[in-house]
């Protein structure tokens, strides 16, 4: 009898299922009320009680091992089958969605290229600032009403520590702590307290420029800002400079191009006169190259800064300001292949 069930357990052990018929002879062989093992339970019973006790043990390990065997066949089975599913080659595929780039990044992306081409680094600088490099330093006196043109948001109590409301802030960075010459644009996010309509948001994005070296002048301005509108509208864009006002520079200008709506024949985007606005440029005002330990006798500059959200719109004809932020996929998807 010993011997017996030593053999069996040695066929159990060995036995390979390969599939659900496989599964279903082990069981019948050995477990099912016919099978091998429960014959031997029968047989056992016949046997004098002190051999019976010996028997009886081995015997209920065969059960246990035999009973082991099936539920792993079972599960190996079961979990194989999943993946045994119909294929049908012809059904066409699901797409795969690998996402794509922000119109903003995207636009971002194109503006750094055509300055870098032209010679400027890439700067950053903190979106949390002190009121030194955001407005002090920019030579907004204290308390004067051009620190009214950008509404700021203030972090606590402390009047000196805000959200930066322009890129301008990188520029004081980089005049105090590299010497010239300097040539770079300053891409980031600006904030704003405004309430949020189709055009204006309490955030968006500027990318800010400086060129500063010996001899810099406004002609240089004119011309970078020029090569820069028709690599980025092509050849036939038009630019024209206005006289305007900000405490950091001197002369200063905004910078228009012809609509591209409506090629300057007056549509809705241009309010009617051909032209939109897409920057604000100078030449850096001399106290503000003083406050960054910079001589303006000995150097000049430029700068400009042009918002992204703005260049976006004129190159894709997006007209509300807050579907950059909503991000409704609906939206976004449509510029995946724009570059
Ligand atoms: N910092 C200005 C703004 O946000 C833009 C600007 C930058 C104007 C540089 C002139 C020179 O409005």
């Known amino acids: 009898m010993e011997e017996r069930i030593h053999t069996l357990r040695k066929e159990v052990e ?118 030194w490099h955001n407005f002090s330093a920019l030579n907004f006196p204290e308390n004067h009403p ?43 996010r600006v904030y704003r307290n405004e309430a949020i309509s189709a055009r204006a948001h309490c955030f968006f994005h500027q990318v800010e420029g400086l060129y500063v070296d010996r001899n810099v002048g406004f002609a240089d301005l004119k011309q970078t800002l020029y090569h820069f509108a028709k690599e980025m509208y092509g050849k036939d864009i038009k630019i024209r400079f206005r006289p305007s006002f900000f405490p950091f520079t001197e002369p200063s200008a905004e910078i228009d191009i012809s609509c591209l709506i409506c ?10 006169t051909g032209w939109v606005e897409i920057a604000g440029s100078g030449m850096v005002h001399p106290n503000v190259l003083r406050n960054c330990g910079i001589d303006p006798e000995e150097f000049t500059g430029f700068a400009f800064g042009m918002g992204i959200e703005r260049v976006t719109m004129l190159r894709y004809q997006v007209n509300d300001l807050r579907l950059y932020s909503e991000n409704d996929i609906r939206f976004l998807k449509q510029f995946h292949s724009v570059i």
């Open 14 to 131: 060995a036995w390979s299922a390969g599939d659900k018929a496989g599964v279903e002879q082990f069981r019948l062989k050995y477990i099912s009320k016919k099978g091998l093992i429960p014959e031997l339970f029968e047989e056992m019973k016949k046997m004098p009680p002190e051999e019976k006790k010996k028997v009886g043990k081995t015997l209920n390990e065969l059960k246990q091992a035999a009973e082991q065997k099936l539920q792993a066949m079972t599960e190996v089975l079961e979990s194989s089958t999943s993946a045994n599913y119909d294929l049908d080659l012809t059904l066409p595929p699901v797409p795969n969605k690998v996402g794509n780039q922000h119109p903003l990044t995207l636009t971002r992306n194109r503006i750094i290229e055509i300055f870098e081409r032209l010679g400027f680094n890439v700067a950053d600088g903190p979106e949390i600032e002190t009121d």
């Open 146 to 188: 051009a620190r009214e043109m950008q509404d700021t948001f203030f972090i606590g109590k402390n009047p000196d520590v805000l959200l930066r409301t322009h890129t301008s802030n990188v520029q004081i960075r980089l005049m105090t702590d590299q010497k010239p010459p300097l040539r770079a644009i300053m891409p980031g």
């Open 263 to 272: 090629k300057g024949s007056g549509c809705n985007v241009c309010k009617h």
